[in-house]
């Protein structure tokens, strides 16, 4: 190789060599200045975290919503079957929004009585029911109807204290049908440990005597039982009250679930 030829190919180099330093030192430049474009992933105008979806289940939910409060607006705030247990003066309610319990609360002599209830009991009822109930010949009137769907059992609990005495009563029951079916009754030496909901208080429960199944104990003994809850008001007008309060607040709480599921899926 000539020493013309190789001066040339070195000099090619050189100068390759210095283009790529040039143009790597303004890259670097622009770099530091900001001034380099950043490449756009999306061009939708779709705010971040926000699905394809989810505009069409919001407008569903609006749609079940209004259905809802359409077919509520006839009725009153306040049922009057309601009104009517209020009036009777025994029991307190206390029912709290957005939870499925429902407290019962009264004071029997120096007795003090809690009978809660969940409306989670229902739901797995209602389509059975309803399929019953389209099943039914149409010259049903809807007095027969009302009473199919009042039938589903519902569990409730029923603790007894006395101010005067230590120890608590704990009955668990079964609402059906205008009538409580007693499972068992269950005695704490510790009044305070059938109502307490700490952890230390659940472990002391599991370690108590639960009490015999209530239908092997005697019948006399079975009938006393009753005597005694139904002069306490646990009776078939509390019986039948309890399933129809739980279908109402159900749908109460339904509609609030509707609302409160679009506005997180809306925000």
């Known amino acids: 190789m000539s020493a013309i030829r190789a001066l040339r190919q070195f000099t090619a180099v050189s100068s390759r060599a210095a283009v790529l330093r040039s143009a790597s030192s303004s890259v670097r430049a622009r770099l530091a200045s900001g001034k380099l474009p950043s490449r756009a992933f999306s061009v939708s105008a779709r705010s971040f975290g926000q699905g394809t979806a989810d505009v069409a289940l919001s407008n569903k939910l609006l749609e079940e919503t209004k259905y809802e409060k359409e077919s509520m607006a006839e009725m009153p705030k306040e049922p009057e079957f309601i009104q009517e247990f209020k009036a009777q003066g025994k029991w ?12 019962l609360t009264r004071k029997f002599g120096n007795e003090n009585l809690r009978l809660t209830f969940s409306i ?6 209602n389509e059975e029911f309803d399929n019953e109930a ?23 609990s029923l603790t007894v204290t006395k101010s005067s005495a230590p120890g608590s009563l704990a009955i668990d029951m079964m609402c059906q049908e205008g009538q409580f079916v007693i499972d068992n009754i269950t005695y704490y030496k510790e009044g305070g440990l059938a109502t307490d909901l700490t952890a230390e208080a659940d472990w002391k429960r599991r370690g108590i005597y639960m009490g015999p199944q209530f239908d092997t104990l005697d019948i006399g003994l079975q009938e006393e039982f009753d005597k005694f809850l139904q002069e306490r008001g646990i009776d078939q007008s509390l019986a039948l009250f309890i399933p129809e309060f739980a279908e ?6 339904y509609v609030g679930w509707l609302e409160g599921v679009k506005s997180f899926v809306d925000a």
Request: avoid cysteine; charge should be negative.
């Open 134 to 156: 389209a099943s039914e010949e149409n010259d049903e009137d809807s007095s027969q109807e009302e009473e199919v769907l009042n039938t589903y059992p519902i569990r409730a």
């Open 92 to 103: 307190q309610i206390e029912d709290t929004p957005l939870n499925d319990e429902v407290l």
């Open 120 to 125: 989670v009991d229902i739901r797995g009822e």
């Open 248 to 253: 109402h607040k159900e749908q109460r709480e």
